[in-house]
Nanobody, 123 residues
Framework: QVQLVESGGGLVQAGGSLRLSCAGS????????VAWFRQAPGKEREFVAS????????LYTDSVKGRFTISRDNGKNTVYLQMNSLKAEDTAVYFC????????????????WGQGTQVTVSS
């Protein structure tokens, strides 16, 4: 089992940037694919981005391509989500999740989840 803790959320103006961190514990974290999901008020949770255990393959949802970058440092057991050019519609609770199947966007393929961090973008 992998334990995950997100941090880095906050309030930012439209056009600004934030970097989220997902700190993992457990020996298998460095072998796991890690994804970011988000849930806006009144909406279902949606896939944002994922990264393979090796860090050399990434996947993004269309609405964040060119603005968000996912990366990882396995030496620090941490995955990052750099978010630039933020928009009001990026406002959501952001969750990181870990699993052992890369390339999937399905929540059910990720067995470990963090508690979430709030990102609020003011327009």
């Amino acid at each position: 089992q992998v334990q995950l803790v997100e941090s880095g959320g906050g309030l930012v103006q439209a056009g600004g940037s934030l970097r989220l961190s997902c700190a993992g514990s457990g020996r298998t974290f460095s072998n796991a694919a890690v994804a970011w999901f988000r849930q806006a008020p009144g909406k279902e949770r949606e896939f944002v981005a994922s990264i393979k255990w090796s860090g050399d393959y990434t996947l993004y949802t269309d609405s964040v391509k060119g603005r968000f970058t996912i990366s990882r440092d396995n030496g620090k057991n941490t995955v990052y989500l750099q978010m630039n050019s933020l928009k009001a519609e990026d406002t959501a609770v952001y969750f990181c999740a870990a699993g052992f199947l890369y390339g999937t966007r399905r929540e059910s393929d990720f067995g470990s989840w963090g508690q979430g961090t709030q990102v609020t973008v003011s327009s």
